[in-house]
């Protein structure tokens, strides 16, 4: 399989992976992209978990693999900044914006 055909399948999947693809294979820069993943696929997911106290725990640090530790590790690795996640959550920033 040609290297043609391998990112035309990455870019098939979930938001997240196209823009990595972008980012890291195509070297291009598609903001748009990191946008949506705040409100599609996995980000989507990740996002509806979250509960109103704002964590995605019962508390900061339990149960282990699902506070919000872990998840802001996994937000980071789909490459979607928390700004953008808090917006698209309807919720301002630490600057009020």
């Known amino acids: ?3 043609d055909k391998i990112i035309q399948w ?3 999947g979930d938001v997240a992976v196209e823009y990595q693809v972008h980012r890291d294979l195509l070297r291009t820069e598609r903001k748009d992209l990191q946008i949506r993943i705040a409100k599609e696929g ?3 997911r990740f996002r509806a978990k979250r509960k109103p106290n704002g964590h995605w725990g019962r508390e ?3 149960p282990k693999w699902t506070v919000i530790h ?3 590790l996994d937000l980071r690795n789909l490459c979607i900044c928390l700004i953008i996640f808090q917006n ?3 919720r301002p920033n630490a600057t009020g914006h």
Do not use: H, R, V
Request: hydrophobic share 50%; proline share 0%.
């Open 10 to 12: 990455l870019l098939q």
């Open 1 to 3: 399989m040609d290297s």
């Open 60 to 62: 900061f640090y339990y």
């Open 70 to 72: 872990y998840t802001l």
């Open 42 to 44: 996995w980000g989507a």
């Open 88 to 90: 698209a959550l309807g």
